[in-house]
């Protein structure tokens, strides 16, 4: 288990605090529709913290080639008809490059400064030139709109607990996920980002914002600083 996460429930749990059972069992929402609009048709995709395919599936619907990354193999048992890698995102190193890369599930927002350097180098070492990296980012009251509950048309309830502050801008984050016939929580670190910060973090790793997808600002496509200069030239 990484240092600040933990999580409880039935059945495995990652070392970030994911239960595999839980994610296995939540909805995948529109986040594929969102991804299909943003990139070229049949693009062949790196998705990095794919879990158990939740996004996966989706993407392979619509037609796009996916390469699954996780440092899971529990999780990456429950994907399918995507070529799978078990890996920590931060030390990937394929040797080939992707017309998109896809870093969710607001993993932009880790708290060690060092790995979310650590992602967004793996990031720009495996997109194409020409190709986008897609990032999504937590919604700008996500660590202060708190307690917070969801009840999905499914039959479940997804609350957001509590963001604790727990030193250099870094707070612990408590999740508890409710079912009919079984409870799960889960408790991470993440750091709020600014949409200037956010920015900063992105050229510092030598990408930058191409657009924000949607007016709540949470999916962003980016790409290679050089990239969006010769775009800008040729305008």
């Known amino acids: 288990m990484r240092e600040g996460y933990e999580g409880t429930g039935p059945g495995a749990i990652t070392p970030d605090g994911c239960a595999v059972e839980l994610y296995s069992r939540l909805p995948v929402g529109d986040e594929p529709d969102i991804i299909a609009a943003a990139v070229p048709k049949g693009a062949r995709i790196l998705e990095l913290g794919s879990g158990v395919g939740r996004m996966t599936h989706g993407l392979l619907e619509r037609g796009f080639t996916v390469t699954s990354v996780d440092e899971s193999a529990e999780m990456l048992e429950r994907v ?21 890369v896809l870093l969710a599930s607001f993993l932009v927002h880790v708290g060690d400064v060092e790995v979310r350097r ?3 180098r793996t990031c720009v ?13 937590e919604g700008a009251d996500y660590h202060t709109n708190l307690p917070r ?3 999905d ?7 957001i607990v509590s963001a604790e502050p727990v030193g250099d801008g870094v707070n612990s984050v408590r999740a508890e996920y409710e079912f009919p016939d079984a409870v799960w929580t889960q408790t991470f670190r993440a ?3 600014t949409k200037d910060q956010f920015e900063e973090a992105l050229e510092e790793a030598g990408l930058k914002v191409d657009r924000y997808l949607a007016e709540d600002g ?7 600083a050089a990239q969006a200069t010769e775009v800008r030239k040729g305008a």
């Open 125 to 137: 070492r495996h997109v194409a030139e020409g190709g986008s990296v897609l990032i999504q980012r």
């Open 218 to 224: 949470i999916w962003v496509r980016a790409v290679r």
């Open 118 to 120: 650590g992602l967004l």
């Open 80 to 100: 399918r008809g995507a070529r799978t890698i078990c890996s920590p995102i931060e030390d990937l190193d394929l040797g080939e490059t992707f017309d998109v």
């Open 153 to 159: 048309p499914s039959g479940f309830t997804v609350r």
């Open 149 to 151: 509950e969801r009840v």
């Open 191 to 193: 750091r709020p980002l």
